[in-house]
């Protein structure tokens, strides 16, 4: 049987934090914890006339990708609510396919 996977493309997070608001909100957590949490990189200057600015959402120890919502045939809350769709949820081997199409700034998280 295959294992799932949360697999985020980076390039195009908005860095909206609605992952983590729903994230907080499926699992009753405290204002001060995060099941996924939204990093900032930069922003920093790559060349004379452009930019690099990233938001990175991290899925932390408290992540168990929302095996409830997945048991009830739902995709986990944060793929859900992501609103530049930038999350997918899936088996491993259809993510990694997606991945290796992209090339470039996207990770996988396999629990």
Do not use: Q
């Given at each position: 049987m295959s294992r799932n996977a949360l697999l985020i493309d980076y390039e195009y997070c908005t860095g909206c934090h609605s992952c983590e608001v729903a994230c907080r909100n499926e699992k009753g957590i405290g204002h001060d914890k995060w099941g996924i949490k939204l990093a900032q990189i930069g922003p920093w200057q790559v060349s004379l006339?452009?930019?690099?600015?990233?938001?990175?959402?991290?899925?932390?120890?408290?992540?168990?990708?929302?095996?409830q919502r997945v048991t009830n045939g739902e995709k986990p809350a944060?793929?859900?609510?992501c609103q530049a769709l930038t999350m997918d949820?899936?088996?491993?081997?259809e993510?990694?396919?997606?991945?290796?199409a992209k090339?470039?700034?996207?990770?996988m998280f396999v629990p």
């Open positions: 006339d452009r930019w690099e600015w990233s938001f990175i959402p991290v899925p932390t120890e408290l992540c168990d990708l929302c095996a944060c793929v859900h609510h949820y899936g088996p491993v081997e993510l990694a396919l997606k991945m290796a090339g470039k700034k996207m990770v």
